[in-house]
């Protein structure tokens, strides 16, 4: 079923530690991933996406591993920085499914001290 | 970058008003969705349309309803608002296709009172 967030996990990190903030999906079916950093006020950016033809994608400071098995997401983000503050969404979808739903799991609010 | 436009920002209503939401998306997507989130909760998908069509439909109330136009730009209409209608609306837009990640507004708060 959809996810629900009541209570945000917090990761709390020192500037220039790597960061690593876990996501489990719910969909077996689901063949698209993708992060979401949320800064308060604002909508969900994007960061980073990965289909499930693959493991791992690496973008600028950023990377997202997928293990399909185990349904897990995760975003790793390198030399963190106090701009990195934030919450942090998983999403899943099928890029097959024209028009369907985002579904987005647990946030996680990232925090950095400087 | 053009980005999605979402308008008012803020809106305040009180119980058993209405209220319009609108959503300009991105040149040339296709697709529009809505969301809701409430604080401290994940964005809960309402409904979307594909080239003016319905394509999807999340845990959206019966008094909400939403349309696209021929413009592409969308309109989330909510009728008898509650308390617990108070949230974060976001409006996101995608061209159809592989690999094309959903591009949020900034959303519209709104309060009801």
């Known amino acids: 079923g959809e996810s629900v967030g009541l209570h945000l996990p917090t990761l709390s990190v020192q500037e220039g530690d790597n960061s690593i903030i876990n996501c489990a999906y719910s969909n077996s079916a689901s063949d698209y991933f993708i992060w979401y950093k949320q800064e308060s006020g604002k909508g969900p950016q994007f960061i980073i996406d990965i289909r499930s033809n693959m493991d791992k994608r690496q973008g600028q400071r950023v990377t997202v591993l997928l293990n399909k098995t185990v349904k897990h997401l995760s975003l790793q983000i390198a030399a963190t920085q106090p701009g990195d503050s934030a919450v942090y969404f998983c999403a899943e979808t099928s890029v097959y499914n024209q028009g369907g739903k985002l579904i987005f799991g647990q946030g996680t609010e990232l925090s950095v001290k400087p | 970058a053009a980005g999605v436009i979402q308008s008012p920002r803020h809106l305040i209503k009180e119980k058993r008003e209405t209220a319009t939401l609108k959503c300009y998306p991105i040149p040339r997507h296709d697709t529009v969705y809505w969301y809701q989130q409430g604080p401290g909760q994940d964005p809960q998908f309402l409904i979307s349309?594909?080239?003016?069509?319905?394509?999807d439909k999340g845990s959206i109330p019966d008094r909400f309803s939403a349309q696209q136009f021929s413009d592409y730009h969308s309109e989330l209409n909510m009728s008898s608002l509650e308390l617990g209608d108070s949230a974060l609306y976001f409006c996101?837009?995608?061209?159809?296709?592989?690999?094309?990640?959903?591009?949020f507004g900034n959303g519209t708060r709104l309060t009801v009172t």
């Open positions: 349309f594909y080239e003016k069509m319905q394509s």
């Open positions: 996101a837009s995608s061209r159809t296709g592989v690999n094309s990640p959903l591009h």
